[in-house]
């Protein structure tokens, strides 16, 4: 098994384990009917926040995978500027049309 696999289970055991926990204590504190409401709150928060894990986990990977396809696609050709002065595109250091040097790279 991939050690990247076998970290993300181990995280995902260890979360489940920590709500059962608070599952448990919560009825162990609580009269039956606002325990049940109390678990059902949890696991519902539980999973809001590992899905928001997960969500900016893949969205960090696909960042990675266009830069990727971005690198190979432009092949070394340099990247392009847009002139935050005047909105000429342009490469290399300054804006040829007004010479400033406040850009923004395009893609
Ligand atoms: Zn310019």
């Not at 609580?30 to 969500?55: D, E, H, K, T």
């Amino acid at each position: 098994m991939n050690p990247d696999t076998k970290r993300f289970l181990s995280v995902q055991m260890m979360w489940i384990g920590i709500s059962i926990a608070i599952s448990l204590t919560l009825s162990f504190l609580l009269p039956f009917p606002i325990s049940l409401v109390a678990i059902i709150g949890v696991f519902i928060a539980m999973n809001y926040y590992m899905r928001r894990r997960q969500m900016r986990r893949m969205g960090m990977g696909m960042a990675g995978g266009f830069g990727g396809i971005f690198g190979a696609g432009s092949g070394g050709g340099g990247v392009n500027y847009v002139c935050m002065a005047c909105g000429q595109r342009f490469k290399g250091g300054s804006c040829p049309r007004c010479g400033s040097k406040m850009r923004r790279a395009d893609f």
